[in-house]
C-alpha cells in the first residue's frame, strides 16, 4: 500500500532526495503561485539582484488565483517551462502544475535537486485546502499575480525527480 508522504515547507534537500517518481505527496505550510503573466517578471527581478520573495525551500504552484478557487495550469507552456530552471536555481525546491515537462527541463531540475508533481485540475478540492492568500508581488496582473498561499495538504504525485520522469 502506498504511504502519503507529508511535506512541510519550507523545503531542503533531503526532503527532495527522499522523493520518487509516483510518490503521493501532501504539501503543508506555505507556497507561492505563479504563471504565464508573473514567472517571467519573477525571474527578471531575480536576474536583476532583486529579492521581492524568498525562493529557498519554496513551492511554488503553476495557477491563477480566482473567486472560482485554485486548479494547476499546464506547466509546459512556454513562458512557465522556460523559467522553471531559473527559480529551481534560485530555490524553488517543488513546482506543482500538469502536463509533462521537456528533457531539459527534467535535467535542469535534477541539477538543481527540485522536483516536480502533478495535481489534478480539481478546483474544489484544492480550494478546500487553501487557509489564507496574500499578493505578494506583481499585483497589477491581478488573479495571475504571484500569492503566498497557506495550505493544509495540497495533494500531488511526484511527476519528475531525480532525472526521471512519470511520462
Known sequence: MDTL??????????????????????VYGNIYTGR????????????AGENIINLQ?????????????????????????ENIPFISKAGVKIHIGKGSLSKDTIEALNKYKSVFVVTPPAAALLSSK??????????????????????????????????????
Open 36 to 47: 504565464d503573466a508573473a514567472l517571467p517578471k519573477l525571474v527578471k527581478s531575480i536576474k
Open 130 to 167: 487553501l487557509i489564507s492568500k496574500k499578493i505578494v508581488a506583481f499585483k497589477e496582473e491581478g488573479m495571475e499575480a504571484i500569492y503566498k498561499l497557506h495550505v493544509n495538504g495540497i495533494p500531488g504525485i511526484v511527476a519528475v525527480a531525480h532525472g526521471e520522469s512519470l511520462y
Open 57 to 81: 525551500g519554496a513551492v511554488i504552484m503553476h495557477t491563477a488565483v480566482s473567486q472560482a478557487g485554485i486548479s494547476p495550469t499546464t506547466s509546459n507552456k512556454e513562458d512557465i517551462e
Open 5 to 26: 508522504k507529508i511535506i512541510k515547507t519550507p523545503i531542503n534537500d533531503e526532503t527532495v532526495n527522499n522523493l520518487h517518481v509516483g510518490d503521493k505527496i501532501a
